[in-house]
């Protein structure tokens, strides 16, 4: 149980283009996504969070306005990365928390996104 | 705030031995959580471990263990009988019990398994 997948696994797009990443909870309801960004070799850095219902809390530095966050539904956040540039190019992560038994208020993480801007 | 820090960018160890990963934090909260996640070259982050600060014990996962020291701040991971397929990163990662449940993540430590 408690599967987060993401789609696409992978893009390539247009400098100046939009692209839309989605992620699911498979098998349970999510009131907070995170999205993360991870550089080769570094660590997960923490953009947002993404709540239900709600507007999206952004990290220091993060412009929201770039990453749009939409969590429409307990199973569904998308992040929109806006007027993309090579600079963007990066591995996107989303994880949701979970809210049931042992595992309560643990994140499960999705595959990731690998973002290339051309 | 709170912070992480592993101070071994890269380990290497031995297949069948033992090796530990450091891991120590700061913070003022005296409830927390401490994770240590594995990202495997497919990028797929896997929780190995997890420990509750409120409890002594250390957490063990079959080959997988902690020593956590509370008071020192202090959470190492010990894999046991080292497998190939141990080779990864690993990240420690810390969790609050209240507020927005984010993790903190430290740098990682890269994880070499040698034949």
């Known amino acids: 149980g408690a599967v987060v997948s993401q789609h696409p696994s992978w893009v390539i797009c247009k400098s100046g283009t939009s692209v839309k990443i989605e992620c699911r909870s498979l098998?349970?309801?999510?009131?907070?996504m995170f999205w993360y960004r991870q550089f080769p070799k570094q660590s997960l850095m923490l953009m947002a969070t993404?709540?239900?219902?709600?507007?999206?809390?952004?990290e220091q530095g993060v412009e929201k306005d770039k990453f749009l966050i939409n969590h429409a539904s307990l199973t569904l956040s998308t992040l929109t990365v806006t007027s993309a540039h090579p600079e963007d190019s990066s591995f996107y992560i989303c994880s949701a928390r979970t809210l049931r038994g042992r595992t309560y208020n643990e994140q499960f993480f999705g595959p990731g996104t690998r973002l290339t801007v051309l | 705030a709170q912070t992480v820090t592993q101070s071994q960018p890269e380990m290497s160890v031995q297949e069948a031995e033992t090796v530990t990963l450091s891991c120590t934090y700061d913070t003022s909260e005296s409830d927390y959580y401490l994770f240590w996640y594995k990202q495997p070259p497919s990028r797929q982050m896997i929780l190995v471990i997890r420990q509750e600060a409120y409890k002594q014990q250390n957490a063990t996962e079959n080959r997988f263990s902690v020593n956590f020291q509370k008071a020192a701040k202090s959470f190492s991971l010990k894999i046991s009988d080292s497998q190939l397929g141990d080779a990864a990163m690993y990240f420690c990662a810390y969790r609050s019990t209240s507020g927005t449940y984010k993790y903190i993540f430290g740098t990682g430590t890269r994880l070499k398994v040698l034949a």
């Open positions: 993404s709540n239900e219902g709600s507007k999206a809390t952004y």
């Open positions: 098998d349970f309801q999510a009131t907070t």
